[in-house]
């Protein structure tokens, strides 16, 4: 999806798909108005995710939250990066407040560094007796 995205640059090989993508917003006030609810609601998340961040950080079960935002984060990450953004070539996720970005870039690199690791990196087993 994020091939796709980026393609609808001015120029990329789905750019047509951006002008539909585009035409439809305009056209379908249904759509429209999900998506504009869709984006504010992403960044409200990222705002409130910041408050919880630092109420929780004295909590004595912090580190188990920690944990159950991470993949929250990343799952709320991963939507917004594969729904093309207003902009040519950008996803949802390009509109947001720098700090939101931030937060939720983070939770995406995470998961893509769980799932694209390099396999010569892993420890290998150790021979056994």
């Known amino acids: 999806m ?14 047509d798909l951006h002008k539909e993508f ?7 006030e249904t759509l429209g108005a999900a998506y504009d609810r869709a984006a504010s609601a992403l960044g409200q998340y990222g705002k409130d995710r910041e408050a919880v961040t630092s109420t929780l950080a004295s909590h004595p079960n912090a580190a188990r939250w920690a944990e159950h935002f991470k993949k929250l984060d990343a799952d709320v990450g991963e939507a917004a ?7 040519r070539g950008d996803s949802m996720i390009e509109h947001l407040g720098e700090k939101v970005r931030e937060i939720v870039e983070k939770a995406l690199e995470k998961v893509r560094g769980l799932f694209h690791r390099d396999p010569e990196s892993r420890p290998s087993p150790s021979p056994g007796p």
């Open 2 to 15: 994020q091939a796709v995205i980026a393609g609808m640059k001015p120029g990329g090989p789905f750019e």
């Open 22 to 28: 585009i035409s439809s917003l305009r056209e379908n």
């Open 81 to 87: 990066s594969a729904v093309p953004g207003k902009g």
